[in-house]
């Protein structure tokens, strides 16, 4: 006979200790009960706005908290109501949130994870913020994603175009209503076969982190599922200016296109870089030289002036769509700013009214009946489709998309379908995306109807 | 061979910009024996001049066009910049295209007196303080300006172009030999490379050849000694931070047109130019030159693809790597001399 002390049932009451003690934490979170750590209390509900309002980015954020502003203005009854009136759901009827006048705080992002973090800490803990939704940036979405999944409210995403912020990084309290580069690639190669044909040769210049991975990684396949061919994938370092010394090579490498996977001020750089140097008045394999920019920001483009014309990227939505809920938009946002609005501002527009809406219909705004509202209109939805969803639960950015080159306005309920089936398959991103707008950026203006 | 050479050119006008801008600080510290952080800040102000005098040649009146709408269905309101409508449309188009040249003319005396306010206001007040302490002072400064550019022109790049004539690349394969396309090069770069090797060549000359240079540069070797002669050598040192402050003001006015200006600009020439000063050797003005156009260079080759898929990363920090081996090789920097920042 051994001695031992490992006896079943001491192995089985310390596995059991240590894992309530391992579970403790997430017990005292708002995820795991019905009543929650900033449930909104008196006659307000307070959103936190969390947007880069200094930082490269501090323009892009000055038009997310214009619309933000707008979005609580359409909440709280003022203003012409906006997009409220064009939802199918009629829950929201300018009386705020569930009765309660809706109020807000912001935060500067500065685009750095951890300043946001803290930013976004502080409107939770001390202004008592019961949504964080804004950012510019993947990094940032991430990460204040995670930050208000430990802390128990919902976020609502920014801009973020990253497969990786509703894929591989995932919370169950984060939404996203912005496109993602799987989308961008599935939308333009299409539109990129027909203006370029099949028999190209493709040069790729990434910005080296988490979201350039991604969009190269989407587009290459995208493209090469189409018969190009990818001479080279170069990643430039984000904090390079000056793209010269890795656009000089691209003509004698026998490319005859230049994908920029870059966003922002490298965006703006390398594609006044590359224009400088005169690729695209160059024939290469009995070709006109073609750039590429997959990923387009109206707002940067500004920067890189008349370089963008007759250039090809996708956009997640654009102030000339004619759908109701587009114009009813783009009209309060025109006549209170006097220009029209960019899709940042959009998606933080559309991002605060869904919240609202889901809220409202759920009678309780803590996050899981939130979750179970959402999952309600899928029954089978899990984490990994989430992001269909958000534009599944109103009818508000209904818009036209590029379905596989052909304009069609999309019915809404298309994206429960898709998930249903991306469900099934478990893949990283649904199969819904072959509809996107693609723009061609003549003028700055783009004509999403002028691609073809 | 074709995409050496390529590379060479490629350095040389990002070499360029590093030589001006570690010129001017040379210039500083030489004299007056201040570190200057708030350098990059007048590289970027001065590119804003180049901004500036686009954006007052632009200075428009509205006129509503009634046959086109805007996007909320209204008449448009189309510009009309009052040049064009004073010299005409194709003079007045022809003046707003020339605007990046036409700001140096501006940009001169701006930057002469801007350098003049900075030394004169504030960093005078820092001779006799530690290094540390007149670091900090004008990184701090170099902070504020960036945040007043931004307050007035926003965080987004300003698309400020090249003369229309400038447009477009040279083939230098061609007249080289090679094939067609294997040597292009940017006409502005190349205007660029000249507008510095012209700059570069007349603050050398301007110290060489004339009593004024002459002054400072013995006042660089012995400021003491000077001042008994009876010389007011901190008239002379103010000037020439003035000069410098120009220098770096017209680096960025032509840069313009080659990166989009945003108001961070300078942060990103800053600790590449300190780096250029320090390898070229503290105090050493023809050593700032040959280090700026030696690192632009090396920098350009390090980002080549061949290179970066046997190291990679390399583009990185190929500038650090160099100053880290020329340093334990050469302590004092390729030209430095002895006595500067030991004692």
Sequence with gaps: ???????????????????????????????????????????????????????????????????????????????????????????????????????????????????????AKSMIEKDGAVMITGGSSSGVAVAVQGLCQEAGVIFMAGLTHSNDTTGKDKKANGFRHFFNAYMSAAALAPVLQKLYGSDRKAYHLT???????????????????????????????????????????????????????????????????????????????????EIVV????????????????????????????????????????????????????????VQTLLYADAATRQARSTPVALRKHWKGLNSTVSATARHCIAPTITSASKMFWWCAGKKTQHPSSTFLKWSKSHLRHRSPMPPITRCLPVVNWDHVTPAHNRAA | ???????????????????????????????????????????????????????????????????????????????????????????????????????ILFAIPIMIAIGFIMERGLIKHFYKRPHADQILVTFGLAIVLQEVIKYFYGANPIPTGAPDVFRGSFDFGVLLGFDPNAIIYPYWRLVYFSFAALIIGGVFAFLQFTTFGMVVRAGMADRETVGLLGINIDRRFTIMFGLAAAVAGLAGVMYAPINSPNYHMGMDFLVLSFVVVVVGGMGSLPGAVLAGFLLGILESFASMNEVKSILPGIDQIIIYLVAIIILLTRPRGLMGRKGVMED
């Excluded at chain 2, 086109?68 to 209204?74: A, M």
């Design chain 1, 294 to 349: 997959p990923l387009y920001s109206r707002l940067m483009a500004k920067g890189a002036g008349e370089n963008v014309k007759g250039i090809h990227g996708s956009t997640n939505w654009h102030w000339s769509l004619q759908d109701e809920g587009s114009k009813a938009f783009v009209k309060s946002f025109g006549t209170k700013y006097g220009f029209p609005p960019s899709q940042a501002a959009h998606t933080c527009y």
């Design chain 2, 1 to 103: 061979m074709d995409a050496i050479i390529l590379q060479i050119l490629n350095g040389l006008d990002k070499g360029s910009a590093y030589a001006l801008i570690a010129l001017g600080l040379t210039l500083i510290f030489g004299t007056l024996g201040v570190v200057n952080f708030a350098h990059g800040a007048l590289f970027m102000i001065g590119a804003f001049c180049a901004v500036t005098v686009q954006r007052i040649l632009t200075l428009s009146y509205e006129v509503v066009d009634e046959t086109q709408t805007d996007f909320l269905g209204n008449p448009l309101k189309v510009k009309v910049p009052y040049v064009e409508s004073w010299f005409g449309p194709e003079t007045g188009a022809a003046i707003i295209d020339w605007a990046v040249p036409l700001a």
């Design chain 1, 207 to 289: 910005a080296d982190y988490t979201w350039g991975w991604t969009q190269e990684e989407s587009i290459a396949a995208a493209t090469e599922a189409m018969g190009w061919e990818t001479v080279e994938k170069v990643k430039t370092p984000l904090a390079a200016t000056d793209f010269s010394s890795y656009i000089a090579p691209v003509l004698n490498s026998g490319a005859d296109v230049l994908v920029l996977n870059h966003y922002g001020g490298n965006m703006v750089n390398s594609l006044t870089n590359a224009v400088q140097f005169g690729l695209r008045e160059k024939q290469v394999n009995g070709k006109n030289f």
């Design chain 1, 1 to 119: 006979m051994s001695k031992s002390n490992f006896t079943r049932r001491g192995v089985l009451k310390t596995g059991a200790m240590s894992a309530g003690g391992l579970a403790l934490p997430t017990i005292l979170t708002a995820a795991s009960h019905a009543g929650y750590t900033n449930a909104p209390t008196g006659s307000t509900v307070t959103l936190g706005f969390n947007v880069p309002q200094t930082g490269p980015y501090a323009d892009e954020g000055a038009d997310e908290l214009r619309a933000y502003e707008l979005a609580v203005e359409h909440l709280n009854g003022g203003g012409d109501g906006g997009m409220l009136s064009t939802f199918s759901s009629k829950e929201l009827d300018g009386s705020g949130i569930l009765g309660k006048k809706v109020e807000f705080v912001t935060g500067d992002t500065q685009t750095k994870s951890d300043a946001a973090r803290a930013s």
